[in-house]
């Protein structure tokens, strides 16, 4: 599922990381991405591809995982 946002998020928000982040978090939780969410979305992304040699895609992926499995997404209130 991880991969399919991914795929949504690219295809809608174009290529800045900053938008693809944000846009991440409003489809999964319904709600805007906060500063720190950005900023923590940013500094994976970046650790991906610059440590680790991950394709933009593939890092972005990991992003959408990552929001996937937050609480607030996995419990509802």
């Known amino acids: 599922q991880a991969g399919k946002l991914a795929i949504r998020i690219a295809t809608e928000a174009g290529p800045d990381p900053r938008v693809q982040i944000a846009q991440a978090v409003r489809f999964a939780l319904n709600r805007p991405a906060t500063d720190e969410e950005i ?9 991906l591809a610059n440590d680790h040699g991950q394709k933009p895609a593939d890092a972005l992926r990991y992003w959408c995982l990552t929001v996937l499995n937050l609480n607030e997404f996995v419990y509802l209130d």
């Open 39 to 47: 900023a923590e979305g940013l500094e994976l992304i970046n650790r």
